[in-house]
């Protein structure tokens, strides 16, 4: 690009305090996409058709016909009926029956199996969260900083923080007993 001139600033100074003197349009730039490139047009070359007795010798090709014959559709086997497998029971081991083999059909409302269900889902979550409380505690004193955020905590609020964990934790332990428990009596959901 050019280097302005003396002129080019005067004329920039006058437009910047004269706001009724003409602008000048900056020109559009062709852009390198915009430029067609040239093409040779090739020459059509027929190609020899084989001579067929009786048949007239013509350029062009054969019209297609309205309805194209569809190729022969070979029967696909029916594939085998999949066996509907609880993964999570075949992880844990509960299921006595092979996989496969069919088994008496569980009630949709069966409040055993819901309670039960449920005592299992919160057991891990009642662990994980008294594990956090507690060792929210345990940071409280054992790290001794500047950038401890918990070292800010009153010492109430850090006996709430034992306190919680503890009683999650025994939460836990009752839904391991109450799990057991309806395990062991033979209750358990079919």
Known sequence: MAEPTNEDAAKALERLSNPQAP???????????AKPQPTKPQPFKPQPAAAKPGAAKSARPKAPSAKAP???????????????V????????????????????????DPVAFQLALKRTAIPVLLTLGFILVSLGVVHFAWKSDDNPVL????????????AGA????????????????????????
């Open 152 to 163: 800010e905590l009153p010492t109430g609020m850090v006996i709430g923080l034992f306190t």
């Open 23 to 33: 602008t000048p349009q900056p020109k559009p730039r062709p852009s390198p996409a």
């Open 70 to 84: 569809s190729p022969a559709k070979k029967p696909t086997p029916a594939p085998a009926p999949a066996l509907p």
């Open 86 to 109: 609880n993964l999570q029971e075949a992880l844990a081991g509960t299921r006595h029956a092979a996989p496969g083999l069919r088994t008496a059909p569980r009630s949709k409302s």
């Open 167 to 190: 009683v999650l934790w025994a939460l836990a332990a009752l839904n391991m007993v109450s799990v057991r428990r309806t395990l062991a009596t033979g209750r358990e959901p079919r």
